[in-house]
C-alpha cells in the first residue's frame, strides 16, 4: 500500500475540480448488435464487461483500460474504442484520514 503525504493529497486536488472534465478512451459495445456470447467478459483483464450469456453486455467505462482484447474477440464486430468525458460532479477530501472521494459522470460521445 502505498503511503500518500498531506502535500500530495493537496496537490492532487489541486489538479481535481468539480465540474472539471477528463478525457480518456474506453471500449464501447454496440448493444443492438450484441449477441451476448460472453466472449469479452470472459476475456477482459480489467472486468470493465458485464453482461451473461445470451443477454446483451455493456462496458462500464470507469474500469475499462482500453486494451482492445474485447474487440479481438467479437464474432460480430460490435466493440470499439470511443473517446470519453468524465466530469467530476463531486468532490470531497478528509486529509485526516487520507481519502478523496469523487463522484464521476461518464459521457460517452
Same mark, same amino acid.
Given at each position: 500500500m502505498a503511503i500518500v503525504e498531506d502535500q500530495d493529497i493537496t496537490n492532487i486536488l489541486h489538479y481535481l475540480n468539480p465540474n472539471q472534465r =477528463?478525457? *480518456?478512451?474506453? !471500449?464501447? =459495445? *454496440?448493444?443492438? $448488435? $450484441? =449477441?451476448? $456470447?460472453? *466472449? $469479452? !467478459? *470472459?476475456?477482459?483483464p480489467a472486468k470493465a464487461i458485464v453482461g451473461s450469456m445470451r443477454t446483451v453486455h455493456t462496458v462500464m467505462s470507469k474500469n475499462c483500460i482500453s486494451c482492445d482484447i474485447c474487440i479481438e474477440s467479437c464474432p460480430v464486430n460490435c466493440i470499439k474504442i470511443i473517446p470519453v468525458d468524465i466530469t467530476i460532479n463531486n468532490l470531497q477530501s478528509n486529509k485526516e484520514d487520507v481519502s478523496i472521494s469523487l463522484n464521476l459522470i461518464y459521457n460517452h460521445k
Open positions: =477528463i478525457k *480518456k478512451n474506453s !471500449a464501447y =459495445i *454496440k448493444e443492438d $448488435c $450484441c =449477441i451476448g $456470447c460472453n *466472449k $469479452c !467478459a *470472459k476475456l477482459c
